[in-house]
């Protein structure tokens, strides 16, 4: 396996384009993890993006700018986020200790791996995310972790960010620049649910690097919570994000997005139908949270994720609706 350090965007888009066996060195890829010491993938070049000029937040009024580069530490001390973006600070204080805030970056984590047992451990044969049409070992095995949304027979491996969560309630957009240009694509359209093809992750093509996130600031309140079995570093058993604008009782806007639960992040359009025009009630957020949890995919061990995943969607707008 080779290594390169390249300074310059282009270089680095060109040297992973014209090598198939090469890919990023970057965040939550965990890259070296998994070809190094779970000897589950394999390059043949590593190109690390540490010295490319991607690293800061720009703040544009009604959105940020956020460079892939910026830490998780960085965005949540930001001005902005602090004070009008409680959803995307709280989701960064959840999803990691200080010590790994201070390093992972916002453009890693949206593509962090699955966190999948089965998947991660090369001594399991059964595993359609590796190698498709292999079989799914965790269905049968211990999926407590595992995912009940856009989840079938082929895979239930989960997405495990938080922060993807607050960016899909907030409607934000990736940046991309890769051998075919510049391009902007949806975070809830980043991603790509298994179906028959568990190992293909997300719409990007071989070359193709985030370069930011554009995070709307939107006149509204918000929140996000998560539920795990430790209040220390935890993945989440269920979470929610929820992004509310209320006038004179009735909700205006709504942005809603589950983690604990989804192979992507999961941005619930249903939910926010029935939000959006309704009063501001305890009965309105009930019913958002039956319409975005109302077509589970569960296997023994994972059934109580349906009613948790409600209660804390339920929770999490009654605490926005008290915000605003």
């Known amino acids: 396996m080779r290594y390169e350090r390249p300074t310059d965007l282009a270089t680095a888009v060109a040297l992973v384009?014209?090598?198939?066996?090469?890919?990023?060195?970057?965040?939550?890829?965990?890259?070296?993890?998994?070809?190094?010491?779970?000897?589950?993938?394999t390059r043949s070049l590593l190109v690390d993006i540490g010295r490319l000029p991607l690293r800061g937040v720009e703040d544009g009024g009604d959105r940020l700018t956020v460079g892939?580069?910026?830490?998780?530490?960085?965005?949540?001390?930001?001005?902005?986020?602090?004070?009008?973006?409680?959803?995307?600070?709280?989701?960064?204080l959840a999803g990691a200790s200080v010590q790994l805030r201070n390093l992972a970056t916002i453009g890693g984590n949206l593509l962090q791996r699955t966190r999948c047992r089965y998947?991660?451990?090369?001594?399991?044969?059964?595993?359609?995310?590796?190698?498709?049409?292999?079989?799914?070992?965790?269905?049968?095995?211990?999926?407590?972790?595992?995912?009940?949304?856009?989840?079938?027979?082929?895979?239930?491996?989960?997405?495990?960010?938080d922060l993807c969560v607050a960016l899909v309630a907030l409607h934000a957009v990736v940046h991309v620049t890769g051998p075919g240009g510049s391009y902007s694509v949806p975070l809830r359209d980043l991603h790509v649910r298994p179906g028959s093809r568990p190992d293909v992750e997300t719409v990007l093509g071989h070359g193709d690097l985030i370069t930011a996130v554009?995070?709307?600031?939107?006149?509204?309140?918000?929140a996000?919570?998560?539920?795990?079995?430790?209040?220390?570093?935890?993945?989440?058993?269920?979470?929610?994000?929820?992004?509310?604008?209320?006038?004179?009782g009735v909700i205006e806007a709504a942005g809603i997005g589950l983690g604990g639960v989804g192979t992507v992040p999961w941005w619930s359009r249903e939910a926010e139908d029935v939000l959006v025009g309704a009063?501001?009630?305890?009965?309105?957020f009930r019913a958002a949270a039956e319409a975005a949890v109302a077509d589970?995919?569960?296997v023994p061990g994972t059934e109580f994720k349906v009613e948790l995943a409600k209660r804390t969607l339920t929770r999490v707008l009654r605490t926005v609706g008290e915000r605003r």
Do not use: W
């Open 17 to 41: 384009r014209d090598e198939p066996g090469a890919a990023y060195l970057a965040g939550g890829t965990t890259q070296l993890d998994l070809q190094l010491k779970d000897r589950v993938v």
């Open 68 to 92: 892939a580069l910026t830490t998780m530490e960085e965005l949540a001390a930001h001005p902005v986020v602090a004070a009008r973006l409680p959803v995307v600070r709280e989701a960064l």
């Open 119 to 161: 998947f991660r451990d090369a001594a399991v044969s059964r595993c359609n995310k590796r190698v498709p049409g292999t079989g799914c070992a965790a269905i049968d095995g211990t999926p407590r972790m595992h995912a009940i949304l856009g989840a079938g027979p082929e895979c239930i491996a989960l997405h495990a960010s």
């Open 214 to 222: 554009e995070v709307p600031v939107p006149d509204a309140a918000s």
């Open 224 to 248: 996000y919570l998560k539920v795990r079995d430790r209040a220390s570093y935890e993945f989440a058993l269920t979470s929610a994000a929820a992004v509310l604008r209320v006038r004179d």
């Open 279 to 284: 009063p501001a009630t305890a009965e309105t």
């Open 296 to 298: 589970p995919f569960t």
